[in-house]
């Protein structure tokens, strides 16, 4: 068959396929969005980031098996990149500007439970993840940590009920929260991976 034949018959089959996967994905992929950005304009816009990147994989001649997993990939990958765009100011920057003292409590560093969706499911991932780090730390270290960052407590008041020395509780805590660190770092790549 001739060339210029074929080119426009592959191009129909491509928008018919392209319609159909769409039409098939589309309700399912922007419930999958809404979920995790409030608003309905952005959320608008990351789906059809989502389908332009479909049309593209097939005019590329690259057609995707599973549209639904690989739209939902793209539409997370999406949102991660608006999340990286939006960053929140820092809190110690938000205080000082409001002239309050940077006395930043853990409370403070996770999103608000009442903010917007997406940072209701962020937080709710943190916490998982900050305990499932917790039970992992050896039980002085995580009492340490607990302690001083969760109850408020001052390492003086630690030693003094503990009758373990300053020094030793903020070698302790620094273990803390270097394991919590290398812990929330690789849950936080996996989510960019996956």
Do not use: C
Not at 69 to 93: C, E, G, N, S
């Amino acid at each position: 068959m001739d060339a210029a034949l074929t080119d426009p018959l592959i191009a129909a089959a491509q928008d018919r396929e392209i319609a159909s996967t769409v039409q098939r994905e589309r309700g399912r992929l922007l419930a999958f969005i809404r979920r995790r950005i409030a608003d309905a304009a952005e959320a608008e816009d990351v789906l059809q980031e989502a389908l332009y990147e479909l049309v593209l994989a097939y005019r590329m001649m690259q057609p995707v098996q599973q549209a639904g997993a690989w739209l939902t990939r793209v539409a997370r990958h999406r949102i991660i990149d608006r999340f990286r765009k939006h960053k929140p100011q820092p809190l110690a920057d938000r205080r000082a500007a409001q002239g309050e003292e940077p006395d930043e409590a853990f409370e403070d560093l996770l999103p608000a439970p009442d903010g917007e969706p997406e940072f209701a499911v962020i937080r709710e991932l943190l916490l998982g993840e900050i305990e499932a780090a917790l039970g992992e730390l050896p039980p002085e270290q995580r009492e340490v940590f607990v302690a001083h960052e969760l109850d408020g407590l001052s390492f003086r008041e630690l030693s003094a009920r503990s009758g373990v020395s300053v020094n030793t509780l903020l070698a302790r805590k620094r273990y803390a929260v270097l394991h919590l660190q290398r812990r929330l770092r690789a849950a936080w790549d996996d989510w960019l991976l996956t």
